[in-house]
């Protein structure tokens, strides 16, 4: 595809996010239907619908849109996002072959840009951002306008980080150390193909954000534990307590088909996770881990659309689920045991104020420890963690 085509098929793929259909969906549809298109075409057209929805509003209003979303013209953002980025937009928008056709002059609409618009979020939003992370507000704000980057994890069940450094770069990956975990990797190069390498088949590192590792690694003591994720998703948690040398990790979801990659990405890693569809039928366990759905707040970076589609109503439903879970968490921990209340979450109403309502309310629970981290510009995403302990 030309770099023109590319632009247009994320033009096309834009305007279906901007219709309400998630980012990776629409993505994936029009992947199947693309046959002609390769990795590099699939790639460049991912960056492109991305880099627009982490500039969504800022794009639009360069693009001549002034007011957000009920103008939101999908080739408006694109052009607006582009020009940005610095590129071509004449050349990009040719009208020759699979091209976008040529624009009129563009520019932003008369007037101000407001300040909730100049930092890419939702008026709404905004004020809780303010009131959550008060001077942190602006530079979160503004390191989620941009792409994250990417971190691995050492398996360090298996090899050490600076052992594993070595391995990548013989297979001409760059990395270095970073300083937020310590089984966190930085490529320090480009991603593509990353899984394809012998030392990731060998189960040797995961992709894992650095924030997601060193909230693993502030974990009590889990030697010789039997840990439970409550909230197991894809297992990336679960993956990292087992090598920090947990006895047995057990994993639960409430939607089964989202740990279907569980099997395969223990073997490879050479730890052995075992899942359950009822918990309570084996409980008590020593610690439960609740990495319960949030807003992802901490990591818009790598969801850029979750961003626009929150609501106010959607973020209440969400704390009373996360409340829920919680309390179920505890119920599932032993006398003595602890609980790893945990969220991609900037936000005090999904974080703390959760947990401290629980720990408030349950004369057994008290809160042992807890950390938090938000994102940076070229660092790690935001997560917070609250340990309780049962009794
Ligand atoms: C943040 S994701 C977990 C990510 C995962 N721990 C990881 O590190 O890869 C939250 C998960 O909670 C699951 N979930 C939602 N409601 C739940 C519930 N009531 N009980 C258990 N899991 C739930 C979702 O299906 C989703 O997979």
Request: glycine share 10%.
């Amino acid at each position: 595809m030309t770099p023109g085509a590319r632009v247009q098929a994320a033009i096309e793929v834009l305007d279906i996010v901007l219709s309400g259909v998630a980012a990776e969906r629409a993505l994936t549809t029009w992947g199947r239907s693309s046959r002609y298109a390769g990795s590099k075409d699939r790639a460049a057209v991912r960056d492109h619908v991305f880099d627009a929805l982490r500039r969504l509003r800022t794009g639009a209003w360069a693009g001549g849109i002034a007011h957000m979303p009920k103008e939101c013209d999908a080739r408006a953002v694109m052009a607006g996002v582009l020009l940005g980025q610095g590129a071509d937009l004449g050349a990009l928008f040719s009208g020759q072959g699979h091209a976008p056709a040529p624009l009129e002059e563009v520019s932003p609409p008369d007037g101000t840009l407001s300040r909730a618009a100049q930092l890419d979020i939702s008026d709404w939003l905004l004020e809780i951002f303010e009131r959550d992370l008060g001077e942190n507000a602006d530079p979160v704000l503004t390191a989620l306008r941009d792409r994250a980057p990417v971190f691995l994890r050492a398996n360090t069940a298996r090899i050490s980080r600076d052992a594993l450094q070595t391995v990548l770069a013989d297979e001409g990956v760059e990395t270095v150390l970073d300083d937020t975990a310590p089984t966190a990797l930085r490529l320090t190069g480009p991603a593509r193909g990353l899984t394809n390498l012998p030392s990731f088949q060998d189960g040797l590192w995961e992709l894992q954000d650095a924030g997601s590792q060193a909230l693993v690694a502030r974990l009590p003591d889990m030697e010789g534990a039997r840990v439970l994720d409550l909230c197991a998703g894809g297992g990336g948690k679960a993956l990292a307590m087992a090598a920090r040398g947990a006895a047995s990790v057990f994993a639960h979801d409430v939607d089964a088909a989202r740990m279907r990659d569980i099997p395969m990405r223990s073997a490879r890693a050479d730890v052995e996770i075992t899942q359950l569809s009822t918990p309570e039928d084996v409980a008590p366990f020593d610690a439960v881990v609740v990495d319960v759905p949030c807003s992802g707040s901490g990591s818009w970076r790598r969801a850029p659309d979750a961003k626009w589609r929150l609501t106010q109503g959607r973020l209440t439903e969400l704390t009373v689920l996360q409340d829920e879970i919680l309390r179920r968490a505890i119920a599932l921990v032993r006398p003595g045991g602890w609980i790893g209340y945990m969220t991609c979450s900037v936000l005090a109403c999904e974080n703390a104020e959760i947990a401290d309502r629980v720990v408030a309310s349950d004369p057994d629970i008290t809160l042992e420890d807890r950390w938090s981290c938000l994102p940076t510009a070229g660092g790690c995403d935001g997560f917070h963690l609250s340990v309780l302990r049962h009794g």
